[in-house]
């Protein structure tokens, strides 16, 4: 189902679509070619980036990870390509238009893995989730001017009508297994669409949608938890909380102690530099925050003192494109040739 179309349909609408849709053809899917085992495994090797703020982009180290590509086969969904490599679904959309994310293998002898990042314009503490692009980042304690290492997950968000909100927090709690109390609004829905009187799902139950594990914050009613609907993550479809993959949040869940701070950011447009280049990454201004999304990513690259870098029509490509995928937009001859740079390296714990 594609973002245009999704548009046209009332969020309670494609949530239902959603999962009967989704489980049917990836539950066929993973019948053939994945199991839970394969997605429990690879988070294990998920291992941190090393990163360096700078504000010489000759000197910034901003950008990680690097993008790859994928042949499909039978059985592959984008559904369980995005959970596998570390994806949103949105991720995997994005950067690939005009494929068949059901059945990828049909047109396409390539999928593009957008595995690579520019990082987020935020204080380099705690846990920072970026609204538009639906990914949470992790910066790790640290201490003097040295790299700064960061842990990266895809999430899903919350709906237009149920919107994730800008804004600081600090993590004030944790819990294993939690109950979710259900707020009343959200339990008129419930009953409203599909006659569930229910006040209290217990915590460990299938249908649970805290999962596993959930940290709790200090902006009243959000949460950043598990969910029991894995192919939700990379998509609009929660009440503003914001959902991992199981095994995301387990891994997560260890390193964040209680008081840690943290922040819900609205940034479509992230300028970074690596290795003496400068690149844009853009995603769709998914909740329409962000009118002028090129006049953003002049002022970003203003406020970063790098408009004499910038070659102004690799920019505008980057966000007309809008695929979530770093592009370099350096104007060449201003910084050093890319060609003597050494190549991008390969994300740590890739597959």
């Not at 937009?329 to 597959?351: F, H, I």
Request: charged share 20%; with cysteine.
């Amino acid at each position: 189902m594609n973002r245009r179309m999704s548009e046209r349909i009332r969020p309670s609408e494609l949530a239902g679509m959603a999962v009967v849709l989704a489980l049917a053809l990836a539950g066929t899917a993973r019948a053939q070619r994945w199991s839970e085992e394969d997605f429990l495994n690879k988070a294990r090797l998920t291992k941190p980036y090393a990163v360096t703020p700078s504000s010489d982009p000759a000197q910034a180290n901003t950008v990680m990870g690097s993008v790859r590509h994928y042949t499909p086969t039978q059985g592959d969904t984008f559904l369980d390509l995005a959970r596998f490599y570390g994806l949103g679904y949105n991720e995997l959309e994005q950067a690939n238009p005009g494929i068949d994310p059901w059945i990828p293998g049909i047109k396409a002898t390539s999928v593009t893995l957008p595995t690579a990042w520019v990082l987020p314009q935020a204080p380099y503490q705690g846990v920072v989730v970026n609204i538009p692009e639906m990914r949470l980042y992790y910066f790790h304690p640290h201490k003097g001017d040295g790299p700064v290492l960061v842990t990266t997950y895809p999430v899903g968000l919350g709906r237009d009508d149920w919107r994730t909100p800008k804004g600081k927090f600090t993590v004030k709690g944790k819990t294993v297994n939690p109950t979710w109390v259900i707020p009343d609004s959200i339990r008129a829905e419930h009953i409203r669409e599909r006659n569930d009187y229910r006040t209290v799902i217990e915590g460990g139950a299938s249908d649970n949608p805290l999962g596993k594990y959930r940290l709790e914050l200090s902006m009243p009613g959000y949460r950043i938890h598990g969910t029991d609907i894995p192919w939700g993550v990379g998509m609009q479809i929660s009440h503003g909380c914001v959902r991992l993959y199981p095994e995301d949040i387990e891994a997560l869940y260890p390193l964040i102690p209680i008081g840690t701070p943290g922040e819900f950011i609205y940034q479509p447009v992230k300028i970074g530099a690596r290795q003496g280049r400068i690149y844009a990454e853009v995603s769709p201004d998914i909740y329409t925050l962000t009118p002028g999304m090129f006049t953003e990513a002049r002022r970003i690259v203003a406020g970063l003192g790098w408009q004499n870098y910038v070659d102004e029509k690799k920019l505008q490509k980057a966000v007309e494109e809008q695929n979530g995928v770093p592009l370099d937009v350096t104007l060449d001859g201003q910084l050093p040739d890319p060609a003597k740079r050494p190549e991008m390296a390969a994300r740590p714990g890739a597959l």
